[in-house]
């Protein structure tokens, strides 16, 4: 592939169109879903993306999280789906793209189709894992929801595509058969989970705080900065359904 054309300025349709992403996606608030996003990757690596939080957007893309995405692959390497963001292998772009925005908790509906694949990720803000019996109790209204998006944003996503943005695909993407079947219900969902464990970085700061690390320590030994540090603490505290550091250290200390 020849060197990609990435405009990244503030007139790029991607951003200029939040507004009215946001518009359409406001009936999802009555949900506790703040943050919204559509992506459609064709096979040329073109991308359109449509999103109600324009500054995490242009993070993503200024940041070039797209090389590392978990939708930035291939379109006929998904399949139809539904996964949630916390089983997915690769867990760096919610670390250091989402998380650190209070964006987490998050799911994705996969459509592909013959010359490409949409995704249409739905997360709270500031919201507690709880957000998933939502997505349980609620999940035809998000497959109906992601329907009609297309339908009503048409003209928003044909302006965008015109000037969509050509990028590398993640030639290391993780393979999402892996995390859930086709066409994934609810109860497989729930099972898959039950079966969350800590990520690779995660376990990096587990270990220091099983050594009795503090915050800042932690932050120096990993080369990463203390507000990581804590991002990732407090995920695993909830992950774990610990209270404080010292019923963390405990369970870690358990899986570790």
Known sequence: MNSPLIDTSDHNPCFTTSNEV???????????IDYFSFTRVDKNGGRTYLHNQAHILQFYIRQQYYLQGNTEG?????????????????????????????????????????????????????????????????????????????????????????????LPFNKKLVDFTQITPHDTNIGTIGSTYQQVKITARQ????????????????????????????????HMKEKLHCKNRIELVLELVKII
């Open 22 to 32: 946001a518009e359409l996606s406001a009936p999802l608030s009555k949900l506790g």
């Open 74 to 166: 291939l379109p006929q390497t998904y399949k139809r789906q539904i996964v949630l963001w916390e089983t997915l292998a690769n867990q760096t772009i919610f670390n250091e793209a989402a998380r650190p925005f209070n964006v987490d908790h998050g799911i994705y509906i996969i459509e592909p189709h013959i010359e490409y694949c949409d995704f249409f990720g739905f997360a709270p803000i500031n919201g507690s894992k709880r957000i998933i019996n939502t997505y349980f109790a609620e999940l035809d209204y998000l497959k109906k929801f992601a329907r009609e998006f297309k339908a009503k944003a048409d003209t928003i996503i044909r302006s965008v595509n015109e000037k969509k943005l050509i």
């Open 203 to 234: 376990n990096d700061i587990a270990q220091q705080l099983i050594q009795g690390m503090n915050t800042k320590e932690i932050a120096k030994e990993l080369k990463i900065s203390p507000r990581t540090v804590e991002t990732h603490y407090n």
